[in-house]
């Protein structure tokens, strides 16, 4: 067996092990995140391609279990934010007094997780896109063999979407995010559609509840402050066009907590 092969091999392992490690996150296990960390160093991160495959598993397992979803965020919280390639690390302690440094740079993991985000969202874009496309094929006649089965693939990965939103509200209030990944997940969410989507509204409720707060209070510059107030002039709008009285309830919801301040009030 050559050494490409003994590295595959290594690295394959290294994936099936950090799996292990995050289905720990869900009952009955429940682990913490500061001990799911530990676990993920052990194993070691020192190749780009590691930590992108962790960072993979660990939006698979936010897709999968949405109520692991703050325990992955606290996670990647906790996480280093860079990591020393391979072949640095190994030339470090042999390097004399005053030699150049090697050319390979650290793997920054939070521009990682950054870059995940903003691959799902694009993703998701084209399947909603596609969506709306079977949807008004349906209007016409029902959708048969490979054109249902690609239908079912675009809806799970728009449902994917969705998903991956609410793991992107859980990321920026730990902190891991900041609120240009989130301005992206809202745009998402309020996409010009005649006929807002019900799923989209609740995800966007379900969002601004939790961050609603910190979202509005980042605004520091007057570009920023006028974006936040179009979000909720738009939230408004649909709130008061709405047919669907579930959708004006939701949007409702959101208002009245940012009249109250972000601060829930005893029903």
Same mark, same amino acid.
């Given at each position: 067996?050559? $050494? %490409?092969?003994?590295?595959?091999?290594?690295?394959?392992? /290294? $994936? +099936?092990?950090?799996?292990?490690?995050?289905? /720990?996150?869900?009952?009955?296990?429940? =682990?913490?995140?500061?001990?799911?960390?530990?676990?993920?160093?052990? %194993?070691?991160?020192?190749?780009?391609?590691?930590?992108?495959?962790?960072?993979?598993?660990?939006?698979?397992? =936010?897709?999968?279990? %949405?109520?692991?979803?703050?325990?992955?965020?606290?996670?990647?919280?906790?996480?280093? $934010?860079?990591?020393?390639?391979?072949?640095?690390?190994?030339?470090?302690?042999?390097?004399?007094?005053?030699?150049?440094?090697?050319?390979?740079?650290?793997?920054?993991?939070?521009?990682?997780?950054?870059?995940?985000?903003?691959?799902?969202?694009?993703?998701?874009?084209?399947?909603?896109?596609?969506? +709306?496309?079977?949807?008004?094929?349906?209007?016409?006649?029902?959708?048969?063999?490979?054109?249902?089965?690609?239908?079912?693939?675009?809806?799970?990965?728009?449902? +994917?979407?969705?998903?991956?939103? $609410?793991?992107?509200?859980?990321?920026?209030?730990?902190? %891991?995010?900041?609120?240009?990944?989130?301005?992206?997940?809202?745009?998402?969410?309020?996409?010009?559609?005649?006929?807002?989507?019900?799923?989209?509204?609740?995800?966007?409720?379900?969002?601004?509840?939790?961050?609603?707060?910190?979202?509005?209070?980042?605004?520091?510059?007057?570009?920023?402050? /006028?974006?936040?107030?179009?979000?909720?002039?738009?939230?408004? /709008?649909? +709130?008061?066009? =709405?047919?669907?009285?579930?959708?004006?309830?939701?949007?409702?919801?959101?208002?009245?907590?940012?009249?109250?301040?972000?601060?829930?009030?005893?029903?």
């Amino acid at each position: 067996m050559d $050494q %490409v092969q003994k590295d595959r091999l290594i690295e394959e392992k /290294k $994936q +099936r092990d950090f799996m292990d490690i995050l289905e /720990k996150a869900s009952a009955p296990t429940n =682990a913490d995140a500061a001990t799911l960390r530990d676990e993920i160093l052990a %194993v070691g991160i020192c190749e780009a391609g590691t930590l992108r495959g962790l960072v993979e598993h660990i939006f698979n397992k =936010a897709n999968e279990d %949405v109520a692991a979803q703050a325990t992955l965020a606290e996670l990647c919280q906790l996480m280093p $934010q860079t990591f020393e390639p391979a072949e640095k690390a190994a030339t470090t302690e042999a390097k004399a007094p005053g030699s150049r440094g090697t050319s390979e740079k650290r793997i920054d993991f939070r521009l990682t997780v950054l870059k995940k985000c903003k691959e799902e969202l694009e993703k998701g874009s084209q399947a909603l896109k596609a969506c +709306r496309a079977w949807e008004e094929k349906e209007t016409k006649a029902k959708l048969k063999g490979e054109d249902k089965q690609n239908a079912e693939v675009d809806r799970a990965a728009y449902a +994917r979407l969705l998903t991956s939103i $609410q793991f992107c509200g859980c990321l920026y209030t730990s902190g %891991v995010l900041t609120e240009k990944i989130i301005q992206s997940c809202v745009d998402q969410l309020l996409k010009a559609d005649e006929d807002p989507r019900s799923e989209n509204m609740e995800i966007l409720a379900n969002l601004m509840t939790k961050i609603g707060a910190k979202f509005e209070g980042s605004a520091k510059t007057t570009k920023d402050k /006028k974006t936040i107030t179009k979000y909720f002039d738009q939230m408004q /709008k649909i +709130r008061d066009d =709405a047919v669907s009285k579930d959708i004006a309830k939701m949007m409702g919801s959101v208002l009245t907590l940012r009249e109250n301040n972000w601060e829930a009030t005893a029903k």
